[in-house]
């Protein structure tokens, strides 16, 4: 039997060591062992399918939402993420899901959890992701067959079967130390993403399976001097007033009054999820540099991109690194 100081070394090495063909699939599965055995009542046998099942929720909204790349090769995507672009190909806009998961068609879900059973936890070559989430660097399997069954510190497993066994000592290890491993995963899977990724707030789009967007309406008495809409002049009081967030929300993935502008419903919804021109940029530098002595709120929100006021080059960052990241430049008005 393991004690639990060196199930948490052993987790932990799995965890940090990387390899420059690595994704992020043991980042998943770790996910998967603690969410699994930290449920009332868990059991100890669990099938490739409820794995699958699990794997399509954490990489649907970082796909999906925010078009996290997942591994150092640009040009050879993730299974996961092939089945995820290939199934909800018809839902997409711009390359990106602007709907919930949960609203999703019941059988795309299925035939897409189907394909990552197959195609991530199939047999052969394709399994690797189960024997080789528990061998540490520099081990070789004892046995060629070793992808097909075999046995480690968590978990036994049988890839013709589709399963795996927990080990009742991990089980509860996993289970007792559930915050602070997961803390070690989260943070691990984040920096892992950072090495390839330049988009902001990475660790906070990772954290959470379903991430809802709040309502936005108080900002429309911030604003409420801009009596027309940002991007087209036309006057908001007979037109449905929205509030958009210039920078794409799915880039910058939060709500600071910075990147708030107040607009006419027909451009918030031609904008949509892509990028403003470059001249609409220089009037939310101008908007901000006016009125962040009149709002409290947005001179707290610019203080957050520069303690020394000297935001202007953050948001010109912002703009153009989400340009170079693939966000479409929309005409406007």
């Known amino acids: 039997m393991t004690d639990d100081v060196e199930l948490r070394r052993k987790f932990i090495t799995i965890l940090s060591k990387q390899t420059s063909k690595s994704n992020t699939y043991k980042f998943a599965l770790a996910r998967f062992l603690l969410d699994h055995s930290h449920k009332r009542d868990s059991s100890s046998t669990v099938s490739f399918q409820d794995i699958a099942k699990k794997f399509l929720k954490y990489y649907w909204h970082q796909e999906g939402k925010y078009r996290i790349r997942q591994n150092h090769d640009p040009n050879n995507h993730p299974s996961v993420v092939k089945v995820i672009r290939e199934v909800f190909e018809e839902e997409m806009v711009d390359g990106y899901i602007p709907d919930y998961f949960k609203n999703m068609p019941p059988e795309k879900i299925k035939n897409a959890?189907?394909?990552?059973?197959?195609?991530?936890?199939?047999?052969?070559?394709?399994?690797?992701?189960?024997?080789?989430?528990?061998?540490?660097?520099g081990q070789q399997p004892p046995d060629r067959?070793?992808?097909i069954r075999g046995t480690g510190d968590f978990y036994d497993y049988d890839v013709p079967s589709g399963q795996l066994e927990i080990k009742p000592e991990a089980l509860s290890f996993f289970n007792n130390n559930y915050n602070v491993l997961m803390k070690a995963v989260l943070?691990?899977?984040?920096?892992?993403?950072?090495?390839i990724n330049t988009l902001p707030r990475i660790i906070e789009k990772v954290e959470s399976e379903e991430v809802?967007?709040?309502?936005?309406?108080e900002y429309e008495k911030i604003f409420c001097d801009q009596s027309d809409c940002f991007y087209c002049d036309r006057r908001l009081d007979d037109l449905q007033t929205h509030v958009d967030h210039f920078i794409p929300w799915s880039y910058i993935f939060e709500d600071e009054p910075w990147n708030l502008v107040l607009a006419c419903e027909r451009c918030n919804l031609r904008k949509s999820n892509l990028l403003a021109p470059l001249n609409f940029r220089n009037d939310l530098i101008d908007r901000n540099r006016d009125y962040q002595n009149e709002i409290p709120k947005l001179k707290t929100s610019l203080l957050s991109l520069d303690a020394e006021n000297n935001w202007e080059p953050v948001i010109k960052h912002h703009y153009n690194n989400c340009k170079e990241y693939g966000f479409r430049v929309q005409p406007l008005p």
């Open 212 to 217: 809802k967007r709040r309502r936005l309406t």
């Open 145 to 147: 067959n070793l992808h």
């Open 187 to 195: 943070l691990e899977w984040s920096r892992f993403l950072e090495k």
């Open 113 to 137: 959890e189907e394909q990552i059973r197959k195609r991530v936890f199939g047999s052969g070559k394709k399994s690797q992701v189960v024997p080789r989430f528990q061998r540490l660097k």
